[in-house]
């Protein structure tokens, strides 16, 4: 008989997994600004306890905490609008650089195969598709996804307005939820993916902080244009698990092809770039890290491949909390102890 029981209950477990699934894919749009809204949250509480220490009112400590991540984000539009039109006015110079590096190698492929590709042609086609009127034409198309990212970030700053008006009372909530009996297991959850969570980010926000500086100042010193977006986009980058900082090192090496007389130098920039990244992610990430994820790196991979697949961009970055999250809520599942076992770090 109870071996049935626990039959079913793996089958209604497995179905239940499946319909959580569609949802969470059906209702991306809805549910990524709300786990957005949520994770950032648990990061400013501490602000808000603080604010609550200084007797300041509830509404004013997080209208003071939502402005300043108004302010955040403001200056990070700013600076990528900024280097974008520097870039842009540098584009005869770009050009006249792409022209010079192609002519060598279309020469090359042109006695390769026997085949003969115009090299004006090639430019000319470059050039249209980064003209003014280029941009003109596709202007709907680039103002409909920014009119989708500020939807995103509208509905972001909503629900982080609503958890965080609510996040000093969860206790409260969770009692009330789980009544006498669950309520101190809701909160041990809920406290450790908090813990979890909020230990991962800022351990994350220091290294990928440490890690731009660095790859700003290395581009500065190899003399690369544009050193501190470079620095910018590794920075951000830097927060996708595993492959963020070796994508943010791509447009330096394009940017180091354009630029530098030989493609070594571009190489050697690149190589010493990866090993100061390869010195953080591998040496110092894991002393400050320590097992505080309690996820191993086969999770960490496949997640940020789930979670891209499903939610794009947003569930790359999201994946280490939501595995956190994942493994939390199915340890409070009966029979998933298996899955939760997976899920952990053996080093724990």
């Known amino acids: 008989m109870n ?41 400013l509480q501490p602000a808000l306890v603080w604010f609550e220490k200084k007797k300041v009112p509830l509404w004013l400590s997080v209208s003071i905490t939502v402005l300043f991540l108004l302010v955040f984000f403001f200056t ?40 003969e590709l115009d090299l004006e042609a090639t430019i000319e086609n470059i050039t249209s598709s980064i003209s003014s009127e280029s941009i003109v034409h596709n202007s709907g198309s680039i103002f409909g ?18 958890i965080l008006s609510g ?7 969770l009692h009330y939820l789980g009544g006498e009996t669950k309520s101190k297991k809701y909160i041990l959850a809920f406290e450790q993916v908090k813990s979890s969570i909020v230990s991962y980010m800022k351990v994350k926000f220091a290294s990928s902080l440490i890690y731009g500086v660095g790859l700003a100042v290395i581009c500065k010193l190899f003399g690369l244009q ?45 190589l010493t770039a990866y090993g100061y990244h390869f010195f953080l992610a591998s040496i110092l990430e894991p002393v400050f890290m320590g097992n505080r994820t309690s996820l191993n790196t086969i999770v960490v ?9 499903l939610w794009g961009i947003y569930g790359m970055f999201l994946s280490v909390p939501m595995m956190v999250l994942t493994k939390v809520i199915l340890s409070q599942i009966e029979g998933t102890e298996v899955i939760v076992r997976l899920l952990g770090n053996q080093n724990k």
């Open 76 to 115: 990070i539009g700013a600076v990528i609008y900024k280097t974008g039109s520097q870039i842009f006015s540098e584009k005869e110079y770009i050009i006249s650089q792409v022209k010079l590096k192609l002519a060598g190698l279309l020469q090359m492929y042109n006695n390769i195969t026997g085949k």
């Open 301 to 309: 991979i496949t997640g940020l491949l789930f979670w891209g697949y």
């Open 226 to 270: 544009f050193a501190f977006f470079w620095g910018f986009i590794g920075f951000v980058l830097n927060f996708l698990p595993v492959f963020g900082a070796i994508i943010g090192l791509i447009p330096v090496f394009v940017m180091g092809l354009i630029q530098f007389d030989t493609i070594y130098t571009a190489i050697i920039l690149n």
């Open 3 to 43: 071996n049935e029981l626990a039959t079913i209950r793996i089958i209604l477990i497995f179905f239940a997994s499946i319909a959580v699934l569609f949802l969470l894919y059906l209702l991306q749009d809805l549910l990524i600004p709300l786990m957005l809204a949520m994770f950032i949250a648990l990061l």
């Open 145 to 162: 996804a920014l009119g989708s990212l500020f939807e995103e970030l509208l509905l972001t700053f909503i629900y982080l307005v609503i």
């Open 167 to 173: 996040i000093m009372k969860y206790e409260n909530y």
